[in-house]
T-cell receptor
Framework: DGGITQSPKYLFRKEGQNVTLSCEQN?????MYWYRQDPGQGLRLIYY???????QKGDIAEGYSVSREKKESFPLTVTSAQKNPTAFYLC?????????????FGNGTRLTVT | DAKTTQPNSMESNEEEPVHLPCNHS???????IHWYRQLPSQGPEYVIH???SNVNNRMASLAIAEDRKSSTLILHRATLRDAAVYYC????????????FGTGTRLTVIP
């Protein structure tokens, strides 16, 4: 079955360490996105990529970095510069970066930094 | 960026219809209205989207006001599995492509 896989489901890190969250899709979608969700809050956009080898900052990109070297992969690195990294991270994709393309989400990675 | 406003919570009895409202008074002419829902500890799931005309699919119906400043997601017969947080978002075709998700509406279905 086609879909988006985020791994791991739970991730624990010590403060000051960089950590990379994996996102893989086999839907052949051009666009991919990373969101962050805090308890009781909506989703905030971190980075998005319209096409391979391209990505743009979203609303809260500070302290994060991404790469898009392959169409199916869009890893997110949470750096030590991110002041409040503990959150639920969601990856999504869409066929095109267009307003008529629904987003398909993975089931998220819950990151805890202590 | 155009934003949406939704009630924080709603309740419905099982097997009854549910109408979830969304206000988007600053919507632009090219914005599509999308609805998603999210179960606890899962990623959001796409429900339906539309531009001007009402839309139906196997999950729900979307009723869009004539002036497009509001819309309503209609679940025809609520089931316990429909209990979730429902998000109404606008996706625009220009510039940064608004992908803002607010806090949504938490739907409780009463058996």
């Amino acid at each position: 079955d086609g879909g988006i896989t985020q791994s791991p489901k739970y991730l624990f890190r010590k403060e000051g360490q960089n950590v990379t969250l994996s996102c893989e899709q086999n839907l052949n979608h051009d666009a991919m996105y990373w969101y962050r969700q805090d308890p009781g809050q909506g989703l905030r956009l971190i980075y998005y990529s319209q096409i391979v080898n391209d990505f743009q900052k979203g609303d809260i990109a500070e302290g994060y970095s991404v790469s898009r070297e392959k169409k199916e992969s869009f890893p997110l690195t949470v750096t030590s510069a991110q002041k409040n990294p503990t959150a639920f991270y969601l990856c999504a994709s869409s066929i095109l970066f267009g307003h008529n393309s629904p987003l398909h989400f993975g089931n998220g990675t819950r990151l805890t930094v202590t | 960026d155009a934003k949406t406003t939704q009630p924080n919570s709603m309740e419905s009895n099982e097997e009854e219809p549910v109408h979830l409202p969304c206000n988007h008074s600053t919507i632009s002419g090219t914005d599509y209205i999308h609805w998603y829902r999210q179960l606890p500890s899962q990623g959001p799931e796409y429900v339906i989207h539309g531009l001007t005309s009402n839309v139906n699919n196997r999950m729900a119906s979307l009723a869009i006001a004539e002036d497009r400043k509001s819309s309503t997601l209609i679940l025809h017969r609520a089931t316990l599995r429909d209990a979730a947080v429902y998000y109404c978002i606008l996706r625009d075709a220009t510039g940064a492509n608004n992908l803002f998700f607010g806090t949504g509406t938490r739907l409780t279905v009463i058996p």
